[in-house]
């Protein structure tokens, strides 16, 4: 157990539906980020939330947002879903902003879109 | 904008050899450079970091690395393979300076076979 928190596990909606993963971060952590991971694309970074503040944005469509809450939980929202938005969804934490620390990942949401 | 190229999308190795993951990278800064470990339905594990201390990294279950400058390069060694490093290995880039905003860019990754 990494100590970072992803629900759910696994996933399956249709397409154009919408859909909020979850993230906790490991205890006294205070960034989060969101990864993707497909066969064709990769890890693909998202976003960056620290300590409830967006601080980096990545390859992140228009149709997906994120937040982070006062409890430093975060929250990833992928509407108007497509098919090809089926993928592994990472969340990772570090203590600080991230420069050199290493994050720490959960062990991922899987979608399917279907 | 800084990358890393992963050389070889697939390594198979017996058991007992050493293994050798290949990774260079492009930065217009100094980096700070990083191996991750994926197994099967499970999230990424940091095995080692370089962040400009000692250019040999030791990490967990017996890996390391050694950061050339002169090669552009950061790879991944382990003088025995077990069949439990079977996995797949990412190696992963970061500009090496403080603040923040500084996302980890992912190679595509090489999953290690290790044959008995």
């Known amino acids: 157990d990494s100590g970072v928190t992803q629900t759910p596990k696994h996933l399956i909606t249709a397409t154009g539906q919408r859909v909020t993963l979850r993230c906790s971060p490991r205890?006294?952590?205070?960034?989060v980020y969101w990864y993707q991971q497909s066969l064709d694309q990769g890890l693909q970074f998202l976003i960056q939330?620290?300590?409830?503040?967006?601080?980096a944005k990545g390859n992140i469509l228009e149709r997906f947002s994120a937040q982070q809450f006062p409890d430093l939980h975060s929250e990833l929202n992928l509407s108007s879903l497509e098919l090809g938005d089926s993928a592994l969804y990472f969340c990772?934490?570090?203590?600080?902003?991230?420069?050199?620390?290493?994050?720490?990942f959960g062990s991922g949401t899987r979608l399917t879109v279907v | 904008a800084q990358s890393v190229t992963q050389l070889g999308s697939h390594v198979s190795v017996s058991e007992g050899a050493l293994v050798l993951l290949r990774c260079n990278y492009s930065?217009?800064?100094?980096?700070?450079l990083f191996w991750y470990v994926q197994y099967p339905n499970q999230g990424l594990q940091l095995l080692l970091k370089?962040?400009?201390?000692?250019?040999l990294v030791k990490g967990i279950n017996g890996f390391e690395a050694e950061f050339k400058k002169s090669e552009t390069s950061f790879h991944l060694t382990k003088p025995s393979a077990h069949m439990s490093d079977a996995a797949e290995y990412f190696c992963?880039?970061?500009?090496?300076?403080?603040?923040?905003?500084?996302?980890?860019?992912f190679g595509t990754g090489t999953q290690l076979k290790v044959e008995l």
């Open positions: 990772a934490s570090s203590a600080y902003l991230g420069t050199g620390e290493g994050y720490t």
């Open positions: 205890s006294g952590d205070l960034s």
């Open positions: 939330y620290y300590n409830g503040e967006e601080r």
């Open positions: 930065s217009s800064v100094p980096p700070y």
């Open positions: 370089y962040t400009s201390a000692a250019t």
């Open positions: 992963a880039i970061q500009r090496g300076v403080t603040g923040g905003g500084n996302k980890l860019t």
